[in-house]
């Protein structure tokens, strides 16, 4: 599939933050695979030598984290001595990490790193992007999540990240209409990536941090959470189902405003958020196996 800008796939360049592992990492590989030029961001050296071996000359890995405004400068002065006047064709914003626990435990630093990371390095990474974006009338693609779409108690913050990273796809996509960029929102549940263990580990952080007696306040609440944690883990669907989607947002000749992946997830966005507070929260403790 040609993207309706350029003439050839080579011509094409795509930014992807995130791309050490999981989904920026396959979203990177294979757009790759199919002949685009992509600059992949990482945060190691080890994730960049890991991509290269994985990938064709074409792929660049590139040094940023989206919470370091100096790292963002520098990836985009990259990109645009690579893209000169033709301009970028596409960023898909993917970098993410879930900060889980009760509000009660987490730290504000904690919140904050989840905001910084989730809303606030989008944002930056977008805003730094969009006069190169602007010159291709590129793409941009948010990575959002099905707790865009249902907040979920002990993924509180996550959720509202999520929520946030919303608020933001739809009124950037009305803002950047006249320059003919397209926004998307790319809606995943659970898909089987290291998120899942790094989550977890994150967790089990926070708990020892916050000490038994708050921690045994919540403990059954956070037992029936790692349990559908769990669950959900293993039947996580393949990160495939997110790499077609955002192979469509970046190149199709009119790309979905959201791609909502999955009952469930189609599910959260259009129905639990129309019926009343009480139902839901019934409905969520319910799934989810509250007492
Ligand atoms: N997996 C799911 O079930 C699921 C469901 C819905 C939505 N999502 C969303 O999908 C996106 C990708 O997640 P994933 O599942 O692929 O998880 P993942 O494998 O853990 O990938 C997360 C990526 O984000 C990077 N990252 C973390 N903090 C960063 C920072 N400050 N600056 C730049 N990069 C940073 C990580 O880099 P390092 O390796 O350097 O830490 C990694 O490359 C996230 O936005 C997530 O919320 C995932």
Redesign the pocket.
Known sequence: MKSEHFESESECLFFI?????????ACAIELDRRGFRVFA????DE?ARRLRAEASDRLTPVR????DAAEIAAAVEEVSAAVGDAGLAGLVN?????VPGPWEILSTEAIRKQFE??VI?HVAVTRAFLPLLRKARGRVVN????NGGLAVPYLGAYSASKFALEVFNDTLRTELRNFGIRVSAVE????D????D?STALAEQLSADAGPEVFELYQSDLEAIRRIAERSARG?APVERVVRAVVHALTAKRPKTHYFLGWDVRICFKCLRVISDRLRDWIVRRLIGLR
């Open positions: 933050t995130g791309a050490s592992t999981g989904i920026g990492k961001g990482v945060r190691s994730a940023i984290d989206v919470t993917n970098a993410g990490i879930a990371v989730n390095g990575i959002g999540s099905i995943p549940g659970a898909i990536t290291p998120i899942w790094k996580a």
